[in-house]
C-alpha cells in the first residue's frame, strides 16, 4: 500500500479551503433588487497559493524511520468590483466602476454593449418603417 507524503495532505489543504473561499458567486454577487431595477455585482478575482516542505534527517533517527516533515502553505486572494449589471424590465446595461480604459482595444470592448443596442434599434425603427410603407400601399 502507497503512503501519502504529508506535502499532499498540506496542498490539498489549502486548495481546500482556497475553493472554499472562491466560487462563482464571487464573481457574479447576489442580486440587489430596489424599486423594479435589479442590480447584480461584478467583481475581478485573482488569486495565488504556494506550499512547499522538507524531510528533515536527524543524528538520533533509527534506520527505517519515516524522516520527520516540515511545511508550510499560504495563499492570497484579491477581489476588486468592476461592475454592475443593471436589470430593468427588458433592459439589460453595463456599468462600469473601473477605472477608465487604457488601450484602444480597452474603449473597443466597453462600447460594444451600447453599439449593439443602437444598432438593434435602428433596426427596429427600420423595420416598423417598412411596415408602415407597406401598410400604406
Known sequence: MEQNH??????STTMEKIRVMVDSNTIIGAPIQAEG???????????????GGSD????????NTANPF?????????????????V??????LLSVAPPPATT???????VPEVMDKVTDFIEKQQEKKAVEKSGL
Open 88 to 93: 430593468k424590465g427588458e433592459s439589460v446595461r
Open 37 to 51: 431595477v435589479t442590480l447584480i455585482p461584478v467583481s475581478k478575482l485573482s488569486f495565488g497559493f504556494a506550499s
Open 70 to 86: 516540515g511545511g508550510g502553505g499560504g495563499a492570497g486572494v484579491n477581489l476588486e468590483p468592476v461592475a454592475f449589471l443593471i
Open 56 to 63: 528533515f534527517t536527524t543524528k538520533s533517527q533509527k534506520p
Open 105 to 111: 482595444v480597452d474603449r473597443v470592448i466597453e462600447m
Open 6 to 11: 504529508p506535502i499532499n495532505e498540506l496542498m
